[in-house]
């Protein structure tokens, strides 16, 4: 949790995706180019399993995936409740890199939970990370002691990655606490104004 959000950190190889998941989550145009650092924005997880009464406020931390951005890592992992670990279905390389990945955030584990992506799956015909492959490496990690839940998607169908989204959510039997506007925001007039669920989008 940080500032009463949940915080999600994307991690994985460059180029599997992570920033054009997140856009597409968050309804944004996704422009092109490299993740420089780390990519940071607040939106807010809707209510679709009626376990929640409200949006969750959450915030997404999208870490460029080059390899000489890796050493941010542990200062990233503070505070995350969950990781996305993007590997790409169409480079194996990817799955090793998700590995080396794993293993910077082993001395953190269990303040964490990770949900493995498996992205791009429209291009089956140049599929070279096979189901039974992914399962062989996530029976590997589990005798490691990583607890992984793992899913695939694409950009154009992303169910699968709201859905473990919104399931991890309710798993975390968060009491979000009510936030209190008059300190997140000064003009905040708690007589004059009735909260609605949109202040949650709220930027701050
Ligand atoms: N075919 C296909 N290409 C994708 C998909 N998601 C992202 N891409 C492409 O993969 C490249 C890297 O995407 P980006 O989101 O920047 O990856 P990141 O480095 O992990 O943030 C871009 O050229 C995207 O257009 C997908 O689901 N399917
Ligand atoms: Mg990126």
């Known amino acids: 949790m940080i500032f009463g959000k949940l915080k999600i950190l994307l991690l994985g190889s460059a180029q599997c995706g992570k920033t054009s998941i997140v856009d597409v989550y968050n309804q944004k145009m996704t422009y092109e180019s490299p993740t ?8 807010s997880v809707l209510d679709n399993s009626g376990q929640r009464r409200k949006p969750t406020p959450v915030r997404f931390y999208d870490m460029g995936g ?3 951005w890796w050493c941010w890592i542990p200062e990233y992992i503070k505070d995350t409740d969950i990781v996305f670990l993007f590997y790409d279905i169409t480079r194996p390389e990817t799955l090793d890199e998700a590995e080396e990945i794993l293993n910077i ?6 303040s964490f939970q990770v949900i493995v992506v498996g992205n791009k799956t429209d ?4 599929r070279k ?3 039974f492959d992914i ?7 589990r005798r490691d002691g990583w607890m992984l839940r793992h899913i695939e998607c694409n950009r154009r169908n992303i169910t699968s990655f709201k859905k473990i989204l919104d399931r991890a959510i309710n798993g975390l039997e968060m009491s979000l606490e009510e936030l209190d ?8 007039d708690k007589a004059k104004d009735k909260a609605g669920w949109m202040d949650y989008l709220m930027p701050f």
């Open 36 to 43: 420089v650092g780390i990519s940071v924005t607040s939106g």
């Open 66 to 68: 080059a390899r000489h």
């Open 105 to 110: 955030l082993k001395p953190y584990q269990n």
């Open 123 to 126: 291009l089956q015909d140049q």
């Open 129 to 131: 990370v096979e189901i």
């Open 135 to 141: 399962n062989k490496w996530i029976g590997r990690k």
């Open 181 to 188: 506007f008059t300190k997140a925001n000064p003009f905040f």
